[in-house]
């Protein structure tokens, strides 16, 4: 799976990945700013991503976990605004399937889906989610090459609202 995270909200997020249970260390992602990624998964494992309103230990944050099986569509889960010690609204988006709102069992080719909250649920932030055209020229760009690259996943989030949990 390979795409881009874009920040089009008012306010910075920290973004850091975790796989096979080992985290990256966060990175700030300024407004209007972005950042690549791809990665390769046996098709039962989940690559997730952390945005988080800071970088302090108890920063406001949602996941997003992405698989890319190995046949099928892509899965996407939200789960958020995860933060105990500031009282957030919790399970704004916990396991919510992105897999709901498209066409077929998974995000198919050229479909976009939004991540909206309402009021009593906005805390975890608000995002679009697009899967782009697969094309094995961009994934052997981004990745060096390797097998079955031409048929990974393009998918491209952006965030519109930083999730943030006032205390």
Known sequence: MLGALYNT????????????????????????GRAAYAF????????????????????????????????????????????????CRMGSYRNFK?????????????????VVGTDSIKDGGEYTVTRLKDDAAIAEQWTGGGENTSD???IDITVTLAPSCSS
Do not use: H
Request: with cysteine.
């Open 40 to 87: 390769s998964t046996p098709g039962s494992v989940s690559t997730v991503l952390k945005i988080a309103d800071s970088e302090a230990e108890d920063a406001t944050y949602t996941t997003i976990s992405l698989r890319d099986p190995v046949i099928g569509y892509p899965e996407i889960t939200f789960n958020g605004a995860l933060n105990q010690s500031k009282g």
């Open 152 to 154: 990974w996943a393009r």
């Open 9 to 32: 909200s008012s306010k910075p997020v920290w973004l850091s990945v975790t796989w096979g249970g080992q985290s990256s260390t966060a990175c700030m992602l300024q407004p209007n």
């Open 98 to 114: 992105l897999q709901s709102g498209f066409t077929k069992s998974g995000p198919a080719e050229g479909e976009t889906f939004k």
